[in-house]
C-alpha cells in the first residue's frame, strides 16, 4: 500500500493565482481530512470529509474548497491565493481505531 | 474549545540520557489522546493512542502515559535517530468527524 500520496511537493505561487492540490488514499479509508502547518505551530483542520460526496468545513476553511467524487480522493482547492496561504498543507485518512494517517505533505509559497 | 499544550518547545539531550515530554489538554469528553512523531519535511506518523487515565502504550524506547489533565512521553536511552519532533493530539467524544487538536509540537534533538 502506497498509504495517503500528496502532489505536488512544491509550489510557488503568485498572489491571485488559484491552485489545486491533490490527495489520494489507498485503504479505502471513509474519513479523510486537510490540515495545514505553519512554523511553530499545531496542525489546523481546513476541511474534512465522512465519505464520498460528503464534505464539511474545519477549523480555518476560509480561501479553500473541497470536493469528494471518489472514496480514493480529496482534493483542496484555492481560489486567488493570498500571502496568508504560505503553509505545509497535509492531507490525512483516518484508520479503523481513529488514528489518522498522513500524506507527506505539500509546501506552498504564495508571493 | 479543546486546547493542547506541549513542553518543552525544544528539548535537547545527550545519547543515552532519558527524559520526558509533556502534553497538558483540556477537551469536553476525551474518545482519545494521540502522539505522532514528525520527521523535518515529513508528514506526521502515528505512535501511540491512550483513551483513559492510567493507560500506558510503549514502543522500542518511547512510552506514553496518560492523566485526566496530561500526558507524558517518555523517551528511556534514546539514540540520535529519535530525534523529530513530537506532537500530542486529542479526540473529543463529541461531533462525527473525529478531528484532532493539535498541540504545537516538542523538537528533541539527541546528540550523538
Known amino acids: 500500500n502506497a498509504g495517503v500520496t500528496q502532489t505536488p511537493k512544491f509550489r510557488i505561487l503568485k498572489i491571485g493565482q488559484s491552485m489545486t492540490l491533490q490527495c489520494t488514499q489507498d485503504?479505502?479509508?471513509?474519513?479523510m481530512y486537510w490540515y495545514r502547518q505553519d512554523p511553530g505551530m499545531g496542525l489546523k483542520l481546513i476541511y474534512y470529509?465522512?465519505?464520498?460526496?460528503?464534505?464539511d468545513k474545519g477549523e480555518v476553511p476560509n480561501g479553500y474548497n473541497v470536493s469528494r467524487s471518489t472514496t480514493e480522493d480529496f482534493p483542496l482547492r484555492l481560489e486567488l491565493a493570498a500571502p496568508s496561504q504560505t503553509s505545509v498543507y497535509f492531507c490525512?485518512?483516518?484508520?479503523?481505531?481513529?488514528?489518522?494517517?498522513f500524506g507527506p505533505g505539500t509546501r506552498l509559497t504564495v508571493t | 474549545e479543546d486546547q493542547v499544550t506541549q513542553s518543552p518547545e525544544a528539548l535537547r539531550l545527550q545519547e543515552g540520557e532519558s527524559s520526558s515530554l509533556n502534553c497538558s489538554y483540556t477537551?469536553?469528553?476525551?474518545?482519545?489522546l494521540f502522539w505522532y512523531r514528525q520527521d523535518p519535511g515529513k508528514g506526521p506518523e502515528f505512535l501511540f493512542t491512550?483513551?483513559?487515565a492510567g493507560e500506558e502504550k510503549e514502543k522500542e524506547r518511547l512510552k506514553a502515559t496518560l492523566t485526566k489533565k496530561e500526558s507524558f512521553l517518555h523517551i528511556t536511552a534514546p539514540k540520535p535517530e529519535d530525534s523529530a519532533t513530537y506532537l500530542c493530539?486529542?479526540?473529543?467524544?463529541?461531533?462525527?468527524?473525529?478531528?484532532?487538536?493539535f498541540g504545537s509540537g516538542t523538537q528533541l534533538t539527541v546528540l550523538p
Open positions: 493530539a486529542v479526540q473529543a467524544m463529541r461531533g462525527s468527524a473525529r478531528q484532532l487538536t
Open positions: 470529509s465522512v465519505g464520498a460526496g460528503i464534505t
Open positions: 490525512a485518512s483516518r484508520g479503523q481505531r481513529n488514528e489518522q494517517y
Open positions: 485503504m479505502n479509508h471513509n474519513y
Open positions: 477537551v469536553s469528553g476525551l474518545r482519545g
Open positions: 491512550l483513551y483513559s
